[in-house]
């Protein structure tokens, strides 16, 4: 069975701080792993995906899958990136996106 | 382009009683997902159809639950009757699933709340 935990319910940071959200996933395939954000009042978007391997508002995420983990990270946080955020698990071949819980961050003044 | 749009936003109903909820996918999108929210967890699939066909609607309740993709685009959720447990967000998404680019995009949302 597949299966996203994300072990941390809220973090806080301090503007300019670096902020590390972690996601361990539980798959014995090739997982797509996905990061998706929901800011106050917006619906849920996706940020990023592993396979783009790109930084999307100065985040980033690297699959480790000796560790099975796609922890994003960001160097220096920003007010703005306070969300909502889902780590979500694709396994190959399906088209159903498995979700972890979430993990609230808020990055303070 | 609006988006996924879902209505209600918000449902008050009593349990025991029906309710439903719409979705429009954004236009030529061949995929549309249902998905149930529960108050501090993330989204969980309840059915995906390929235009008019539900090709994964194995976390369905189908004593209670019931969704229609008639004519391939706009769907219908059904819940009758509700319980207490059915409160929850139900969130709508739609993707085109096209070269491996199948990025899903979802609603705001239908806030349910069974007194």
């Known amino acids: 069975a597949q299966r996203v935990t994300q072990p941390e319910k809220l973090l806080s940071v301090f503007k300019g701080a670096p902020v590390e959200l972690k996601c361990n996933y539980s798959y014995s395939g090739s997982p797509e792993l996905f990061w998706y954000v929901q800011y106050s009042r917006q619906r849920l978007q996706l940020l990023l995906r592993h396979i783009s391997r790109e930084s999307i508002k100065g985040f980033t995420a690297d699959l480790n899958k000796g560790e099975t983990s796609f922890h994003l990270k960001k160097p220096f946080a920003q007010e703005e990136d306070s969300a909502m955020y889902y780590c979500?698990?694709?396994?190959?071949?399906?088209?159903?996106?498995?979700f972890g819980k979430g993990t609230k961050l808020t990055v303070n003044p | 382009e609006a988006g996924v749009v879902q209505s209600p936003r918000y449902k008050i109903i009593e349990k025991k009683q029906p309710v439903a909820f719409w979705c429009n996918p954004i236009?030529?999108?061949?995929?549309l997902y249902w998905y149930l929210q529960n108050l501090g967890q993330g989204p969980e699939l309840l059915i995906r159809y390929e235009n008019e066909e539900a090709v994964d609607d194995s976390q369905l309740p189908k004593d209670r639950f019931s969704a229609e993709r008639l004519k391939g685009v706009d769907s219908t959720l059904k819940i009758q009757p509700a319980e207490l447990g059915d409160s929850a967000v139900y969130l709508c998404?739609?993707?085109?699933?096209?070269?491996?680019?199948?990025?899903?995009?979802f609603g705001p949302g239908t806030r349910l709340t069974v007194l």
């Open positions: 979500a698990l694709r396994a190959g071949g399906s088209e159903k996106l498995v």
């Open positions: 998404a739609s993707s085109m699933i096209a070269g491996g680019h199948n990025e899903q995009f």
């Open positions: 236009s030529g999108h061949n995929t």
